[in-house]
């Protein structure tokens, strides 16, 4: 059984050892909601489709176009399963009901590090996705660049007050780190890159030292509402 959730993924629960993350281009916000829709028909009509699957959550981009998809696996034999037996009635079934969907890259993380607030139980409004690519594959590099951006967090002297958590994920190639952001609302994440600095935080020393980390290629920001999560039943 296949049940349909409100709720946010926990980002921390232990029992995700390979957390997922794609995006689909799509074109258009009615695009974006016609496939969230036929998302949640094609799953609730089957059956959950493996015990290793924890969890698997969609977003809307506030682009207008993109959806991301977050799928939480206990590991990734698991993904592999699904892949073999489930995973392409339910790609068929999505494709004929919106053609011409572009999936643009599927890529597997372990998250590395969290940044949250004992007690805070704030819905995030926003979920900003902020990615950063590195030259070469370097896992010590992934882990030291998040290292730096959460020592600036956690000097940071005017932090504002609508963020919530930041979850850290290093890709398993060595190449990418992806921050889990959660935000009160969309505007409060705009306040904040509109506050003096260089994105969200002051400028401090430690801050420069995240913005001038050697090796990064590029980084991205894109602002998400979360519209579908499903679980097991």
Same mark, same amino acid.
């Given at each position: ?14 029992? !995700? ?7 689909? #281009? /799509? ?5 974006? =909601?016609?496939?969230? *829709? %036929? ?54 079934? !999505? ?7 572009? #999936? /643009? ?5 372990? =998250?590395?590090?969290? *940044? %949250? ?117």
């Amino acid at each position: 059984m296949t049940r349909r959730t409100d709720d946010h993924p926990d980002l921390t629960d232990p029992r !995700v050892g390979a957390p997922f993350f794609s995006t689909w #281009r /799509v074109g258009t916000p009615e695009r974006q =909601r016609e496939a969230a *829709a %036929t998302i949640a028909r094609t799953w609730e009509r089957r059956d959950w489709p493996a015990t290793g699957l924890l969890g698997y959550h969609v977003y809307a981009g506030h682009d207008g176009s993109t959806l991301l998809h977050h799928s939480q696996w206990a590991d990734e034999p698991a993904y592999e399963a699904f892949v073999k037996t489930h995973r392409q009635e339910r790609v068929d079934e !999505v494709d004929t009901a919106v053609p011409g969907i572009e #999936r /643009v890259r599927l890529d597997r993380y372990r =998250r590395y590090r969290s *940044a %949250t607030q004992d007690g805070d139980t704030r819905v995030p409004g926003c979920v900003v996705i902020v990615e950063v690519e590195f030259e070469s594959p370097d896992p010590e590099r992934q882990r030291a660049w998040v290292d730096a951006v959460l020592e600036a967090l956690e000097s940071e002297p005017n932090p504002h007050p609508g963020g919530i958590g930041a979850h850290f994920h290093l890709s398993t190639d060595g190449i990418r780190v992806l921050n889990y952001a959660e935000w009160e609302t969309a505007q409060a994440h705009i306040d904040a890159l509109a506050a003096p600095g260089d994105g969200v935080g002051s400028a401090t020393e430690l801050w420069k030292r995240v913005q001038e980390f050697p090796g990064v290629k590029g980084s991205t920001v894109s602002r998400y509402e979360h519209v579908l999560g499903l679980l097991p039943g």
